[in-house]
C-alpha cells in the first residue's frame, strides 16, 4: 500500500511538471499553430485515464462539454481529435473531406487487411477508389441488394417459424443471438451463394478480429514499441484470426471457381461477382486473391453487426415504449393483414416504421465513432489547427443526443420527432445532416446502407406483424435495461430476453 502511495505521488508530481512545463510553452500554440484544446494529460498514457472506467463515446462527451466541440486528446501514443458538433463534423466530412479521406492503420489492422488493401481501411488513393467504385457499382448497388430479396424472405421467415414454436412454448427468446444469427445466414447466402459449412469458425473469429481492430489494445496504442507490441501479442492473434478466416475463404473459393469453369451456378452471389471481375482483367490495379478475402472479410465485418446491433435496440425501444409499439405494430398489421404475411416490395408505405428506424438510429448509431479518419494534410477546423496524422473520430453518439439540435428531450425515444411538420421531420441519415450520422458522410461514407436497411427493414416489420413482445420479469417497460457494452460498435449489455405472442400465424416453409 505504502509503495503505491509513492507511485501515485510519483506519477501526480511527473505530470503536474508536464503541465508546468506546457503551460510555460503556450498551452496549445506550439510552433505559431493554434492546437485543439483538450484535458491535461499523463506521461506514457496521455489523456487515457480521463476515459478509464467509462464507454469511450460517453467519456468523450463529458470532456468535449467541457474542452469544446474540437478537442484534442493523446490516446497511448496516438494524437486524437474528438470532433463533437454538427459544424465541426460538418467541416471534417465536407469542407476538408479529401484532407480527412484516409484511416489510421494501425499494427493489428495491417494483418487483418493485409496491409490494408480492403474497403475500410485502404489509405485514400487509387487502391481504395478502384474498390469503392466495384463496391458501389457492383456489389452493394441497388439492383443487387435487390437480387437477394429471396433469400432475405427466406432467413427471415426461418425465424419467424422459430419465434412461433417458442411462442407455443410460452418460451422466451434471446433476441441477439437470433438477430446475429439472421444477419450472418442473410449475409453468408449472398456472399457464398449457400451456407457456410464452417459459418461458426467464421464468424467467432469474425467477432474476435472486429475487437481486436478496435484500436484498444497496447500494440495500437503505443506503436512506437516492440517491447509493448511483443507483449501484447495482439498482432499475434490477428495473424491467427486472419489465417483462420482466410483458410476457410480459400476452400470456398475453390469451389466456386470450379463451379464457374464448368458453367454452373445461375444464380449469381457477390463471389461470383468478384471472381468475374478478377478474371475479367480490365482493372487499373489487378484483384488479387489476398484483395478478394480481404473485401469479403469487410462485407462481414462491416455489415453484419452493424445491422443485428440496430434490429436489437429497435425492439429493445420499442418494448420499452409501449405507445410506439403499438403504433408501429398497428401499422404494419393494418398493411399485410389481408395478405398474412409481410412483403418486401410494399415496405415503403410503412411510415412510421421507418421513423422507428430513424429514431434508433438517433440514440443507438451502431458505430458511435464512426470509423476513424486520419488527417494527411494540415487542416484548420473551427479555427484550429489539425496536426498531420492526427486520427480523427467524430462522435455521432453525441451528436444524436445533444440538446442543441433536439431541443427538450434528446434521450427520449419518441420516433414522431421526424413526422412531417415536426421539429426533425427534415433530418435524414443520409449523410447531408451533421447532427444524423449513423452511416457517416463524405467520401468514406457506408456503401452498404441499402444493403443493411433492406435486412433491418423486413426483419423488424416481420416480428411486429406476427407477434406481441412480452419481456419476462419486467414489470414496469420503463426500466428495461438500456446500457451499452464495450467495444466498436455499441451493443446492448444485457441479453435481450423476450417472449413472443403469437398474434398472425408464421406460413409454413
Ligand atoms: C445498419 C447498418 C450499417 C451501419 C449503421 C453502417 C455504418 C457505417 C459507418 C458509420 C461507416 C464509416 C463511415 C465514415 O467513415 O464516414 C461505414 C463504412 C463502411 N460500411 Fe457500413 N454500415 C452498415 C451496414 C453495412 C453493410 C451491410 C455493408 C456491406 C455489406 C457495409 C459496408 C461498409 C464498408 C465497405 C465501409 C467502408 C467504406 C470506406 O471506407 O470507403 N456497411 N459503415
Known sequence: ??????????????????????????????????????????????????????LPHRAMRELARRHGPVMLLRI?????????????????????????????????????TSGGRDIIFAPYGEHWRQLRKIAITE????????????????????????????????????????????????????????????????????????????????????????????????VRRAEECRDTVYGILDGIIKEHMEALESGGGEAEDL???????????????????????????????????????????????????????????????????????????????????????RETFRLHTPLPLLLPRQCQEPRRVLGYDVPRGATVLVNVWALGRDERYWPGDPEAFRPERFEAGAGASAVEFKGADFELLPFGAGRRMCPGMSFGLANVELALASLLFHFDWEAPGVADPAEFDMAEAFGITA??????????????????A
Open 76 to 112: 497511448g501514443e496516438v494524437p486524437t481529435l474528438v470532433i463533437s458538433s454538427r459544424e465541426a463534423a460538418r467541416e471534417v466530412m465536407k469542407t476538408h473531406d479529401t484532407a480527412f479521406a484516409s484511416r489510421p492503420l494501425s499494427a493489428t489492422v495491417r494483418v487483418l
Open 271 to 357: 463471389l461470383d461477382v468478384l471472381l468475374k471481375i478478377q478474371k475479367d482483367g480490365s482493372l487499373q490495379i489487378p484483384l488479387d486473391m489476398d484483395v478478394l478475402k480481404a473485401v469479403i472479410f469487410d462485407i462481414f465485418g462491416a455489415g453484419s453487426e452493424t445491422s443485428a446491433t440496430t434490429l436489437e435496440w429497435a425492439l429493445a425501444e420499442l418494448v420499452r415504449n409501449p405507445k410506439a409499439m403499438r403504433r408501429a405494430t398497428a401499422e404494419v398489421r393494418g398493411a399485410f393483414g389481408a395478405r398474412g404475411a409481410v412483403a418486401e416490395h410494399a415496405l415503403g408505405g410503412l411510415r412510421y416504421l421507418h421513423l422507428v428506424i
Open 139 to 234: 456489389l452493394l448497388s441497388a439492383r443487387r441488394v435487390l437480387s437477394f430479396r429471396a433469400i432475405r424472405e427466406e432467413e427471415v421467415s426461418a425465424m419467424l417459424r422459430a419465434c412461433a414454436a417458442a411462442a407455443a412454448a410460452a418460451a422466451p427468446i434471446e433476441m441477439r443471438a437470433r438477430l446475429s444469427a439472421l444477419v450472418a445466414d442473410a449475409t453468408v447466402r449472398a456472399v457464398m451463394g449457400d451456407r457456410c459449412r464452417d459459418r461458426d469458425v467464421f464468424l467467432r473469429e469474425l467477432d474476435r478480429s472486429i475487437e481486436l481492430s478496435a484500436g484498444f489494445n497496447p500494440a495500437d496504442l503505443w506503436p512506437s514499441s516492440r517491447l509493448v507490441g511483443r507483449l501484447s501479442g495482439a
Open 1 to 54: 500500500m505504502e509503495d503505491h502511495h509513492y507511485l501515485y505521488l510519483g506519477l501526480a508530481l511527473v505530470s503536474l511538471l508536464v503541465v508546468i512545463a506546457k503551460r510555460r510553452r503556450g498551452p496549445a500554440h506550439g510552433h505559431g499553430l493554434r492546437l485543439p484544446p483538450g484535458p491535461w494529460q499523463l506521461p506514457i498514457i496521455g489523456s487515457m485515464h480521463h476515459l478509464a472506467g467509462q
Open 491 to 508: 451493443r446492448r449489455k444485457a441479453n435481450l430476453l423476450l417472449r413472443p405472442v403469437l398474434r398472425v400465424p408464421v406460413p409454413s
